[in-house]
């Protein structure tokens, strides 16, 4: 544990050089995308269309909630937040989400 939330946004933002957008960040992750794999179309595909409960991988195994509001470990590890950052953005949109994304979706999970 060697961050917050609310650091992750301040230092997203700072790198993107404009500020967070909730509204934006919760567009993102509940679209249906095009880019990615096929049978991981959204960020709800996993994570559910309510990051203040529960989800479940692929494999039917469940995922705690990514909403630091109900999940307080959530945004609180650099690297684990990139590592996942760049797998399921990858798997999702076909490619990395930008400092501006990932500062917009910090943003909207910390507002549930
Ligand atoms: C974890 C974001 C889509 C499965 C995470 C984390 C982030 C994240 C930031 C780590 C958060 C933390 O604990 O600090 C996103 C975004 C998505 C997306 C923005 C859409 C672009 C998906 C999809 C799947 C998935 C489609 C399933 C194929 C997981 C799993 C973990 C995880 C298994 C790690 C286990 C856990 O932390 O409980 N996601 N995710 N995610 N995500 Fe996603």
Known sequence: QDTSPQALIEQYSAA??????????????????SGGKPDTPSCTTCHSADPTKGGQARTGKPIDPLSPTANPERFTDTK???????RNCNSVLGRDCSAQEKADIIAWLVSL
């Open 16 to 33: 993107a050089g404009a500020a967070a957008s909730p509204e934006n960040g919760q567009a993102l992750f509940m679209a249906t995308h």
């Open 80 to 86: 684990f937040v990139e590592k996942w950052f760049g």
